[in-house]
């Protein structure tokens, strides 16, 4: 009997907060509906990208284990935007390119020519790293981004149903007769207040989520920089070379961003 009767309470709340008047009551219902399906549509749209990026990952993981060479992806204009990986492979590949052939695109005979022009001196190994780590800040962009936006839809939505509670509340009190129940007008309060509810916890709920996984694919994006930089660093580097000392005007080669 508890249910059923929660249940007609519930809704006969709602619909007397969708009975108030246009201003502000239809106008903040209409401002939570809309939150509610931006909030839907990043939802889907960051589980979808999520997916797209596990698989993208999975395949460019095994085609860089399939290569002869470091630059062999690059060399062949291999693309996936949607891994993770590749963008931090294809920065560190980029400036590879560029520290060896003066290119940061795949020339002609690439293969042949690196192997003609030899190792790069121990001095940059730095510049390679800061490569890596700017492939890995975009990384970390790409998996993160979107899941602080459903943090805003969530406070919004709590906000704005409080401000529909207090709104009739203060409304309904004022015209509210001396032998008149107060019943409709708590109830159209709690409505907006459900109704902020309603839109909020999906919201937080699949941030929570979110969050769980891009915090994982930060872990695992982390490594495989440190992985894929020392690999490029055995491949392409002479660490029998003299270290250059460090100075403030360090002549290091570098393309325009």
Partial sequence: MTSPFLLTSLTGSIQTALDQPLFPGKILIWLLLMLSIISWVKILSKWLQLMRMNRSDKAFSERLRQSRTTLELFEQGWQNEDSARFLVYLAGARETAFQLLGSRNPVQDMEDRVRHVGLLPHAKARVLERAFESGLRQALMKITSGVGGLRFIGAASLLLGTI???????????????????????????????????????????????????????????KFKEDIARLFE?????????????????????SPA
């Fill in 164 to 222: 529909g509670s207090v709104w009739t509340l203060m409304i309904g009190f004022d015209k509210l007769e001396a032998d008149a129940s107060p019943g409709p007008v708590i109830g159209s309060a709690l409505g907006f207040v459900l109704i902020s509810l309603i839109v909020a916890t999906p919201a937080f709920l699949a941030r929570i989520a979110f969050a769980i996984q891009t915090d994982r694919l930060e872990f695992e994006i982390s």
């Fill in 234 to 254: 055995r491949t392409f580097i002479d660490f029998a070379s003299p270290v250059a000392p460090q100075d403030a005007t360090e002549k290091t080669v570098t």
